[in-house]
């Protein structure tokens, strides 16, 4: 074993040695360019597609890009709002699969750039082709997955929380028809009741609110605005759920993602963006 590579396995706390002779120049490692990534598998996760095209089309097209790299297993793509703009291509190898990432990342498909990293399990087509005695049990564990997923799927748990509050508006509705003078606070002397003076209400500034995962745009350009435009500029970012406009106000829209480090990660890179080269988006978190 070399210096240098003695010197890497006893940690941090040492500066690599990389011996030299005087009037030369000190050679580095090399790096293997072909080294596999740790996190590699078989399957390439792919974001940020062109929701607007057919399902079938889109897997058409992606089994017809991706098949110059070697055998595709399996593509896999959904048009479900969870999972819409994404897809699954399964290879044969690491390898195939690391090679398509770093020569198709960015590739513009359908006018938008694709976003490729590697799956975090393995694709039921991997599976069946390589331990296909251990498949049933891969179903099973997906299965299970996929039901932990829903349960906390925030689309589920919005609707869940919305169904909470109206059921508890119309308890508390139902109680002030049932009992009309609960509130009431008539002195039994027939003298007025006593009221605290109401103190006023301090709002904090956008710019402080808390993180959030839904993200508050101001200042859009009213005239020439679209949903459209919003979502393939917001789109560009992971997790994205929902774009809502305000028809009576234009220059105002609400951008929603699943949680909020995607929804920070948005809006400190779009914040005072140009997006008709003039006006700057003033993004902050919304108010919960």
Do not use: W
């Not at 399964?90 to 990342?105: G, L, T």
């Not at 027939?190 to 710019?207: I, L, N």
């Amino acid at each position: 074993m070399g210096v240098a590579a003695m010197d890497v396995d006893q940690g941090a706390s040492e500066a690599t040695h990389i011996p030299s002779v005087e009037g030369q120049t000190p050679v580095l490692p090399s790096v293997d360019p072909n080294a596999l990534p740790p996190d590699a598998t078989e399957t390439v996760y792919i974001q940020n597609l062109n929701e607007k095209v057919k399902l079938e089309n889109l897997k058409t097209s992606l089994r017809h890009l991706f098949k110059h790299y070697g055998n595709v297993l399996n593509v896999t793509a959904h048009k479900n709002l969870r999972m819409r703009g994404q897809a699954f291509v399964s290879f044969e190898s690491k390898e195939i699969a690391a090679k398509a990432v770093k020569e198709v990342k960015g590739f513009p498909l359908y006018g938008k750039p694709m976003q490729l990293s590697f799956a975090k399990t393995r694709s039921d087509a991997v599976v069946e082709k390589f331990e296909p005695e251990e498949l049933p049990q891969h179903l099973a564990e997906r299965k299970l997955r996929k039901k932990k997923s829903r349960r906390n799927n925030p689309i589920a748990l919005r609707m869940k929380a919305k169904k909470q509050a109206t059921q508890g508006r119309i308890h508390r509705l139902a109680n002030l028809n049932r009992y009309p003078n609960v509130n009431s606070c008539a002195a039994t002397d027939g003298t007025a009741p006593s009221t605290a003076p109401k103190r006023p209400v301090v709002q904090m500034p956008d710019e402080y609110l808390p993180p959030n995962r839904v993200l508050f745009l101001q200042n859009l350009p009213a005239e020439t605005i679209t949903k459209e435009a919003l979502q393939d500029l917001f789109g560009q970012y992971p997790n994205l759920i929902e774009i809502r406009t305000v028809p009576t106000k234009k220059d105002i829209a609400f951008v929603e993602y699943a949680d909020e480090d995607s929804a920070t990660k948005a809006k400190d890179a779009l914040h005072n963006y140009k997006i008709d080269g003039e006006a700057k988006i003033k993004i902050t978190y919304a108010r919960k």
